[in-house]
């Protein structure tokens, strides 16, 4: 089975900052990753799919990059709404479906 | 837009069968285009997909809980289940049914629902 891997853990940043939250897969895995954002009490919330399109209604802060085994989820300018924990998940090799431990985020 | 809602005990005496419903609103479980899928979430840790299934009936299990699980659909009342049997506290977990968009995309989720196995 792939195994997902996510860094950092936890980051804490200041509003406006840019952020950077990297995955990474134990094969290669194609462009077959997609980013989840958690909020606190909430569902997830599919931000990014096949590493670097937009779902409709996310805001264009959200850029996802990477191809292969490395892939990054970058927020172009921090807001207190993004506060919560983004996931990786990879949908190549199936099943199952492997998802990262996550990455908290939270603001300074 | 689809909404899906979870529903079922939250509490399951260990050795018995877990058992959840999803409903779903704005949308069909026969539609073709999506596969009805439950995940989970162990409190404090990571996501666990649990499996997936098509308004056909084929099923697509994670291999850590096949043995274990079954999902069903029911066009009827446009709901799809999920059995899990011979719980153990391991087993205790936020439950969350998902549509998704092609085999592994998940674009919509339920809020989740959190089954404790205890005795």
């Known amino acids: 089975d792939i195994q997902m891997t996510q860094s950092p853990s936890s980051l804490s940043a200041f509003v406006g900052d840019r952020v950077t939250i990297t995955c990474q897969a134990s094969?290669?895995?194609?462009?077959?990753l997609n980013w989840y954002q958690q909020k606190p009490g909430k569902a997830p919330k599919l931000l990014i799919y096949d590493a670097s399109s937009v779902e409709v209604g996310v805001p264009i802060r959200f850029r996802g990059s990477g191809s292969g085994t490395h892939f990054t989820l970058t927020i172009s300018s921090l807001q207190p709404e993004d506060v919560g924990t983004y996931f990786c998940?990879?949908?190549?090799?199936?099943?199952?479906?492997?998802f990262g431990p996550g990455t908290k985020v939270d603001i300074k | 837009q689809v909404q899906l809602q979870e529903s079922g005990p939250g509490l399951v005496k260990p050795s018995q069968t877990l058992s959840l419903t999803c409903s779903v609103s704005g949308g069909s479980v026969s539609s073709g285009s999506y596969y009805w899928s439950w995940i989970r979430q162990h409190p404090g840790k990571g996501l666990e997909w649990i499996g997936s299934?098509?308004?056909?009936?084929?099923?697509y299990y994670n291999p850590s809980l096949k043995s274990r699980v079954s999902i069903s659909v029911d066009s009827s009342k446009n709901q799809f289940s999920l059995k899990v049997t011979s719980v153990t506290a391991a087993d205790t977990a936020f439950y969350s049914c998902a549509r998704a968009r092609g085999m592994g995309l998940f674009d919509s989720w339920g809020q989740g629902v959190l089954v404790a196995v205890s005795s």
């Open positions: 299934i098509l308004f056909s009936g084929t099923t």
């Open positions: 094969q290669d895995i194609s462009n077959y």
């Open positions: 998940q990879q949908y190549d090799d199936l099943p199952p479906f492997a």
